[in-house]
């Protein structure tokens, strides 16, 4: 598989002086295309910090990260924010949805950056909802509608421009389990169809067990890796299970 992007000796320090936090401590892995990878690590582990780096966020203290033969490290402030705007796509715990316009105008305002004609944007932005099961909704706004409603309307916005990469920050974190099994088959299924990579940081076994691979972090480093493979997903989030008991994160119930 073609490898999109690396991580190379990577490290994030807070603070100076004799206060000094080491969030991240000398990291590397790959993320293949297609790949759905999950991070996981108890409060404090660096899976937070580490996504913030992946998605331009924050940055490195020191090492690489490299998207194909681009090293954002090395980008200006000015060449992060066009990298950004071209090449990934967000999903947060809380939305962040734009409560004066309707579902179908916040996915469409992530186009228009890309100076789309209007017909285009609402095609794309039909088929998108379609796919996610909200076109029914389309005309609501946010406030109108269920949490599990507006977390797959933010995945929309998130793939409509299709982002080389999907990062995810405890997206389930908002939702009850039905809402959070919904969205995480609509990222399977965003995952299996439109090939879209996804990295997700989660606290909770069940989210990641939907995952093709999940990176373990404590203390910054990543001390264990899962490769879900043929498996089942339900003895997957066992084995995620037995794990997370050794590495102090928090435990979840499987909904």
Avoid: W
Wanted: with cysteine; proline share 1%; hydrophobic share 40%.
């Amino acid at each position: 598989m073609e490898q999109y992007i690396r991580i190379c000796d990577v490290e994030k320090y807070y603070g100076n002086g004799s206060n000094v936090t080491k969030a991240v401590d000398r990291v590397n892995f790959t993320v293949e295309k297609g790949e759905f990878v999950g991070v996981m690590g108890a409060s404090g582990s660096g899976k937070t910090t580490l996504l913030n780096m992946l998605s331009t966020i924050d940055r490195v203290t020191a090492g690489h990260i490299f998207y194909g033969d681009t090293d954002i490290t090395e980008l200006s402030e000015d060449g992060l924010s066009e990298f950004r705007k071209r090449n990934l796509g967000f999903v947060f715990q809380d939305y962040n949805l734009l409560d004066t316009l309707t579902i179908e105008e916040n996915i469409i305002l992530a186009m228009t950056i890309q100076n789309k004609g209007k017909e285009e944007m609402k095609e794309k932005c039909g088929m998108m909802m379609k796919l996610l099961g909200i076109e029914d909704i389309k005309g609501k706004f946010p406030y109108q509608v269920s949490g599990g409603q507006k977390q797959r309307c933010a995945c929309a916005r998130a793939l409509i421009n299709r982002p080389k990469l999907l990062l995810a920050d405890e997206p389930t974190g908002a939702l009850d389990s039905r809402s959070a099994q919904t969205l995480l088959e609509t990222f399977l299924r965003m995952n299996e169809e439109l090939a879209a990579t996804i990295f997700m940081v989660t606290h909770d076994a069940f989210s990641a067990s939907y995952c093709s691979r999940i990176l373990f972090l404590k203390d910054g480093k990543i001390f264990h890796e899962l490769i879900r493979g043929g498996r089942e997903r339900r003895v997957f989030l066992n084995e995620i299970l037995d794990v997370l008991s050794l590495t102090g994160g928090e435990l979840s119930n499987a909904f």
